[in-house]
DNA sequence: TACCAGTCGTTCGCGTAGAG
DNA sequence: CTCTACGCGAACGACTGGTA
């Protein structure tokens, strides 16, 4: 049975329990609703307290809860143009939602978000949540088979084609700003082999410079952060052998240029074109793009986020140590990377050095 | 130890801000 | 007004850890 309308709802620009408001809206003010509302409602109506209940709130990252919302408003508006009122969900109905999705040509990924979204809101049907159930379950199987989840790229390019480029970027000090960044992104991308989450995260704030290299503490939440989980810190050490590619001169180029022109934030990144604000990571993921297409590799085929697989690759081919590369590429689960790259490892020179080194 | 439910960041496409 | 870089929403793939 599906859990009670809200009585709880923020106000569109809520942030803090204060602006809580108390009604009872409709399944139609659900759908209004942007945020987590119905889950809070389940929790409160379970005898936790408001306080209480934002902290498990907190449980999802933004971005699940975002992604959630998208599922939660289909929903009730599924509900509501079938006038379908919450004492009537049965597991055909879920089906039947589910089956929607599919025909309007959704994805395995995307329905399995969906299937979470309606665990998240406490659905329990059977005395299962219904992610769980058999006969969810057994449906989720057909749409895999039917729309499998397809895996990227098996082969990832050769990262000396972008290296040659980088190498016509040089001097660093007659290039123009928007050359300056989008070399030291991919540089950075490069030798640390990050995600753009965490490029996004870089902040002057908590950067340490040392004699040949620049240190970044992260103390933010990363997507592999869980309890214990220490954020390794991003290191941009000068690479002598090649002072084109060297990271370190690079940082220390575009500090220079930036320091003016980073006035209202503290995030390292900041827009080439004026006003110069803290970039997203949808523009740090367009950058290295731009970067890979003007290396010439087909941008069609390959994403911002496969210099991570290019940088980790050319690691493992260069002999780098296992520990190594899975504590830079922030990968956790021992299994998962030694599927791809089971290979016996035979020593173990430093990870950035072996991807700069030609 | 293999699988899978759940979580989280990235990508794509499109509307838009804002500099010139 | 035009042009281009930016950022948001929807959809998707990457990744993990619990469990059978």
Redesign the pocket.
């Known amino acids: 049975m599906l859990i009670d309308t809200p009585i709880l709802v923020y106000s569109k620009e809520r942030s803090t329990d204060s602006s809580l408001q108390r009604h009872c809206p409709s399944i139609e003010q659900n759908i209004e609703s942007n945020d987590m509302s119905c889950i809070r409602k389940q929790f409160i109506d379970r005898g936790i307290s408001t306080k209480t209940a934002s902290i498990m709130l907190c449980?999802?990252?933004?971005?699940?809860k975002?992604?959630y919302?998208?599922f939660v408003k289909k929903w009730f508006s599924y509900c509501r143009e079938r006038k379908i009122s919450e004492v009537q969900i049965s597991i055909n109905i879920v089906l039947d939602y589910l089956t929607i999705l599919y025909e309007?040509?959704?994805?395995?990924?995307?329905i399995?978000?969906a299937?979470?979204a309606l665990?998240?809101l406490g659905l329990v049907i059977d005395n299962v949540?219904v992610?769980?159930h058999p006969l969810v379950?057994r449906f989720?199987?057909g749409v895999y088979n039917l729309r499998p989840?397809?895996?990227?790229n098996i082969c990832v390019w050769d990262v000396s084609l972008v290296l040659n480029y980088l190498r016509k970027l040089s001097p660093v000090n007659m290039l123009t700003l928007q050359e300056v960044t989008l070399k030291l992104v991919m540089l950075i991308a490069l030798t640390n082999a990050t995600?753009?989450?965490?490029l996004?995260f870089l902040s002057v704030d908590c950067m340490e410079k040392l004699r040949d290299e620049f240190v970044f503490h992260l103390d933010v939440?990363?997507?592999?952060s869980?309890p214990g989980?220490k954020n390794p810190d991003v290191k941009l050490r000068a690479f002598p052998p090649d002072r084109r590619l060297c990271v370190y001169t690079v940082l220390k180029e575009y500090i220079k240029r930036t320091e003016i022109l980073r006035v209202h934030t503290k995030q390292l990144l900041i827009?080439?074109?004026?006003?110069h604000?803290?970039?997203?990571?949808?523009?740090i993921?367009?950058?290295i793009?731009v970067v890979l297409q003007k290396s010439g590799i087909d941008t069609?085929q390959f994403?911002?986020?496969?210099v991570?697989s290019a940088a980790t690759s050319k690691a493992k081919l260069y002999n780098v140590s296992l520990a190594d590369i899975m504590s830079k590429?922030?990968?956790?689960?021992v299994?998962?990377?030694a599927t791809f790259y089971n290979k016996r490892i035979i020593n173990s020179n430093s990870f950035d050095v072996n991807v700069l080194n030609n």
């Open positions: 449980s999802w990252r933004k971005s699940t975002k992604q919302k998208v309007n040509g959704l994805g395995y990924s995307s399995n978000t299937r979470s665990s998240a949540l992610g769980a379950v989720m199987k989840t397809k895996s990227k995600r753009v989450q965490t996004k939440l990363l997507k592999q869980r989980y827009s080439y074109i004026k006003p604000k803290a970039v997203t990571c949808s523009t993921s367009r950058w793009k069609r994403s911002a986020h496969s991570r590429a922030g990968w956790t689960n299994n998962t990377f």
